[in-house]
T-cell receptor, first 113, second 113 residues
Framework: GAGVSQSPRYKVAKRGQDVALRCDPISGHVSLFWYQQALGQGPEFLTYFQNEAQLDKSGLPSDRFFAERPEGSVSTLKIQRTQQEDSAVYLC???????????FGPGTRLTVL | GDSVTQMEGPVTLSEEAFLTINCTYTATGYPSLFWYVQYPGEGLQLLLKATKADDKGSNKGFEATYRKETTSFHLEKGSVQVSDSAVYFCALGGGGGSYIPTFGRGTSLIVHP
């Protein structure tokens, strides 16, 4: 079946622009995570949804970042007024029920110039 | 807090050599332990997992044993192939009531023919 998909795969933004990154989880998966992965590092947790409820957003680095999952399926991570330090790969992952084994999307590589 | 420490890479091996990638962790409670693999240009894929002490996870010739006494989850493979070249991430999560996974920094494996 279809895996987790993310779009766009690559995004170049000028500093100060707003960006929106989309994640389509595996159908029926309850849990959804967003991660930020800097070059040469492991994924760092950003936020977690269970269905449409955002249960944890403690990893969001600033109030310029917010995420939503209004109908409990597709999720969008929005970054306002992008800065160069926001350049990273943004990964989305979903899991069927409790957040144990996660299925990752291919990521969106964001470059802020 | 929880943490994962992996050996630094890159690990460079010839085809058919034996592989060990060390992983140690600190955690409260009894987390599940995971190895994920990331091939170039792709998202992370679950390679194997173990959910309790002395469990052995295995997949595609890779193995790792959950060692509570040494807080380790070392990844091994008896005979690597060129196609195993990738970045390997050790991770913990799901124990002690925490649903936020913690990833290591990743270890790059390069296998030469």
């Amino acid at each position: 079946g279809a895996g987790v998909s993310q779009s766009p795969r690559y995004k170049v933004a000028k500093r100060g622009q707003d960006v929106a990154l989309r994640c389509d989880p595996i159908s029926g998966h309850v849990s959804l995570f967003w991660y930020q992965q800097a070059l040469g590092q492991g994924p760092e947790f950003l936020t977690y949804f269970q269905n449409e409820a955002q249960l944890d957003k403690s990893g969001l680095p600033s109030d310029r970042f917010f995420a939503e999952r209004p109908e409990g399926s597709v999720s969008t991570l929005k970054i306002q007024r992008t800065q160069q330090e926001d350049s990273a790969v943004y990964l989305c992952a979903s899991s069927p029920d409790r957040p144990d084994t996660q299925y990752f999307g291919p990521g969106t590589r964001l470059t802020v110039l | 807090g929880d943490s994962v420490t992996q050996m630094e890479g890159p690990v460079t091996l010839s085809e058919e050599a034996f592989l060990t990638i060390n992983c140690t962790y600190t955690a409260t409670g009894y987390p599940s332990l995971f190895w994920y693999v990331q091939y170039p240009g792709e998202g992370l894929q679950l390679l194997l997992k173990a959910t309790k002490a002395d469990d052995k996870g295995s997949n595609k010739g890779f193995e790792a044993t959950y060692r509570k006494e040494t807080t380790s989850f070392h990844l091994e493979k008896g005979s690597v192939q060129v196609s195993d070249s990738a970045v390997y991430f050790c991770a913990l999560g799901g124990g002690g009531g925490s649903y936020i996974p913690t990833f290591g920094r990743g270890t790059s494996l390069i296998v030469h023919p």
